[in-house]
């Protein structure tokens, strides 16, 4: 059954009654969950439960073990905040996810989720999770920065809260310190085989996670047995991941609730598109995902390249230029004139000459389609919450390619524009001086630099290509690309984002 979506005109929504197993019978039989949470056992611990896994790896979960079986129900473990985990929690483990398009939509419940915990409250019971035989997957949705790793180097760079996990008998409170002790208990107690598997849109995102652990292991001090049994028994596949899911808002509550008849205090809406690439190297097995639309492979390095570089790059850049300009969403700043011709030239004359894509794929292709994606009206995706956390999305996103292009004696020009568009976003002002929110680990760091420095599209270079966490030396002593991101600092500092493009289009 489809069910049009929009925002429930009556106020409060559908009354009391939420999402729940008992309640299930009450809601539209096409709305169903494929399987019923707790008829499965687990199989998964799935760290960070935020609105991209849920409409993600648990859509794809359950659509696996709905086709061929297996007991791989997910266990759902958020790291820090509760807010999610308490409405999963009221609700059997059950959430909805509208996926929404112009042309209407339709929402339906997952089943995959068979429990929640919260590893704050009861970090112990999560080590023994990671412990437990049954479990042979861990999958991450944790977003970059909760790996603390330098985006430059992929050095560990360990806050207090880490360096106290790691060095201290004190309960985990972070990402990798939860990991670490877990892994400890685990091979005390030889609980078998285990995949660790990132889902973050990280450069080698499975490199980057086994670099993570041996690095806290080295920092921790652990025993060289415990170096020895990973080597043996865990393995770190790479993994491209990808479903445009926007954060959750009253819309999609209401949205939700007028579908299924009950609240659901954890709905998500996404795009219908999706798609996950994995490399196969399970040793404790895995769930059937290729039954679900997954493609399982040797080599995912291509299909990172082209995610991270064509999809997020050019996320990034409409986020940027988009809320300098004082756009609201993702869709609304691709209606800027110009900037679709701007953005079809970066992927033609840079993107798709920075490195080579999967067999058979045309990046120009490809970045159509990301571009047509974008422009669903259906997803209100806020060009702030794309553009929060550039330092630690623009390497990948955008600086390997530059690096990739200037080793092959090429300018840049257009990546160049988007590097500028970052660092006038930085500032805090956007072209009319309203204020824009530096949310993002180095925000002290930016701000600091950028204070000490005159605000002239020179300082603001000098100041932040001196971020060596971000920029790498051969960026940062690159006189052509310096010049290139200064000049288009000068054009926005003159023309804003509108005569900017105007001028260059
Ligand atoms: C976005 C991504 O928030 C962001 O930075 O670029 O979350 C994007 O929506 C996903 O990677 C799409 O798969």
């Known amino acids: 059954m489809a069910v049009s979506v929009g925002p429930d005109p009556r106020p409060g929504g559908t009354g009391g009654a939420r999402l729940a197993l008992a309640t299930l019978p009450r809601i539209p039989a096409a709305s169903r969950p494929l ?8 199989g998964i611990v799935h760290l960070g439960l935020g609105a991209f896994h849920r409409a993600h790896q648990a859509v794809y979960t359950e659509a696996a073990m709905a086709a061929a079986g297996g007991d791989w129900a997910i266990v759902g473990v958020a790291p820090r905040s509760r807010a999610v985990l308490d409405a999963l929690a009221a609700q059997d483990g059950l959430f909805s996810v509208t996926t929404a398009a112009a042309a209407g939509g339709h929402t339906r419940v997952v089943g995959s989720l068979a429990a929640v915990r919260h590893a704050p409250a009861d970090p112990a019971a999560v080590v023994r999770l990671l412990a437990d035989p049954a479990i042979r997957v861990v999958t991450l949705t944790v977003t970059e920065k909760a790996y603390q790793l330098d985006p430059v180097s992929g050095r560990l760079r360990p806050d207090p809260d880490l360096a106290a996990d790691l060095t201290t008998d004190r309960p985990p409170v972070t990402v990798p310190g939860l990991l670490l002790r877990g892994l400890l208990a685990r091979a005390a107690a030889d609980g078998g085989p285990l995949a660790l598997v990132s889902c973050d849109n990280l450069p080698a995102n499975g490199r980057r996670l086994a670099g993570m652990v041996d690095q806290a292991i080295g920092y921790a001090r652990t025993p060289d047995r415990l170096a020895e049994w990973i080597r043996r028994r865990v393995t770190f596949p790479g993994t491209m991941v990808d479903r445009i899911v926007p954060a959750s808002t009253p819309v999609t509550l209401a949205t939700a609730a007028r579908a299924l008849g009950v609240r659901d205090l954890a709905a998500v809406t996404a795009e219908p598109y999706r798609q996950w ?3 196969d ?7 059937a995902w290729e039954r679900a639309g997954a493609v399982l492979t040797t080599d995912v390095r291509p299909w990172e390249l082209l995610k991270l570089r064509t999809l997020n790059g050019l996320h990034s850049a409409v986020a940027y230029l988009g809320a300098l300009a004082g756009r609201e969403t993702i869709a609304d700043a691709l209606a800027l004139p110009h900037l679709t011709t701007v953005l079809r030239r970066l992927v033609a004359e840079e993107v798709a000459a920075s490195f080579r894509p999967p067999e058979g794929i045309s990046v120009v292709d490809y970045g159509e389609q990301a ?12 060009t702030a919450q794309v553009a929060m956390d550039g330092s630690q999305k623009l390497p ?3 600086l390997h390619t530059i690096i990739d292009l200037r080793a092959a004696g090429r300018p840049v020009d257009w990546a160049a524009l988007v590097v500028a568009a970052w660092m006038r976003y930085a500032r805090g002002r956007a072209d009319d001086g309203a204020v824009l929110s530096l949310d993002d680990p180095l925000a002290d760091r930016i701000r600091a630099r950028l204070a000490a420095v005159p605000d002239t599209p020179a300082g603001v270079a000098e100041a932040l290509f001196g971020l060596a966490e971000v920029f790498p030396p051969e960026l940062a002593g690159d006189d052509l690309l310096r010049a290139a991101v200064t000049g288009w600092l000068t054009e926005l500092d003159r023309h804003g984002v509108a005569g900017t493009l105007a001028r260059a289009a």
């Open 281 to 287: 190297v399970f040793p404790g097995g895995r769930p």
């Open 371 to 382: 571009l047509g994606r974008f422009t669903d009206p259906a997803i209100r995706h806020r």
């Open 396 to 398: 990948q996103r955008v």
């Open 277 to 279: 690439v994995i490399e």
């Open 35 to 42: 399987l019923r949470p707790g008829d499965v056992p687990a």
